[in-house]
T-cell receptor, first 110, second 113 residues
Framework: DAKTTQPPSMDCAEGRAANLPCNHSTISGNEYVYWYRQIHSQGPQYIIHGLKNNETNEMASLIITEDRKSSTLILPHATLRDTAVYYCIVQSNSGYALNFGKGTSLLVTP | ETGVTQTPRHLVMGMTNKKSLKCEQHLGHNAMYWYKQSAKKPLELMFVYSLEERVENNSVPSRFSPECPNSSHLFLHLHTLQPEDSALYLC????????????FGPGTRLTVL
């Protein structure tokens, strides 16, 4: 599976959009981009995934560049409860082993 | 509440003890996983079961012994652990194996003295 690169930490003001970047320049054609998050002392939580089209659900939006070498997870109106470590994971549609890496620690401040 | 429960939530054990971690999923999923999360390290996949058959043993020491008696239950039997085995042990399940979203339990915080 392709590796990902994320900034180690980011801050965001409550109510503003949080934009979390991820680089995956070695992604191959059958690999999806998944995002999970882990709130302190809890299990990871699935957020969203996509192949090449932008995706949106009730939690977030996922923007994938046309060349698929990078993506951005957008939390449109961050709340304090969105403070967590966010993991960008690239996985093929036939795989199951999630490589979580170190993720981005997002701090949402009042 | 993800539909995946783990017991106990906290466990302290000595190096000579034998204990078991339990995971139960109420989602009708066919695949279940054990992950280990040590302090300041990424999550590591330990074992994967699909339809009660083990499909992956990720070079885990034999002092960790998984058991999957049915598709709803997964156990991790522990014996003669080392202090460096202290970690958060997370169970997850997914509908199938290939590319499915994984649902995680809250984890068991294990301390080995």
């Amino acid at each position: 599976d392709a590796k990902t690169t994320q900034p180690p930490s980011m801050d965001c003001a409550e109510g503003r959009a949080a934009n979390l970047p991820c680089n995956h320049s070695t992604i191959s054609g059958n690999e999806y981009v998944y995002w999970y998050r882990q709130i302190h002392s809890q299990g990871p939580q699935y957020i969203i995934h996509g192949l090449k089209n932008n995706e949106t659900n009730e939690m977030a939006s996922l923007i994938i560049t046309e060349d698929r070498k990078s993506s951005t997870l957008i939390l449109p109106h961050a709340t304090l409860r969105d403070t967590a470590v966010y993991y960008c994971i690239v996985q093929s549609n036939s795989g199951y082993a999630l490589n979580f890496g170190k993720g981005t620690s997002l701090l949402v401040t009042p | 509440e993800t539909g995946v429960t783990q017991t106990p939530r906290h466990l302290v054990m000595g190096m000579t003890n034998k204990k078991s971690l339990k995971c139960e999923q109420h989602l009708g999923h066919n695949a279940m996983y054990w992950y280990k999360q040590s302090a300041k390290k990424p999550l590591e996949l330990m074992f994967v079961y699909s339809l009660e058959e083990r499909v992956e043993n990720n070079s885990v020491p034999s002092r960790f012994s998984p058991e999957c008696p049915n598709s709803s239950h997964l156990f991790l039997h522990l014996h003669t652990l080392q202090p460096e085995d202290s970690a958060l042990y997370l169970c997850a399940s997914s509908p199938g194996l290939a590319g499915d979203e994984q649902f995680f339990g809250p984890g068991t915080r294990l301390t080995v003295l």
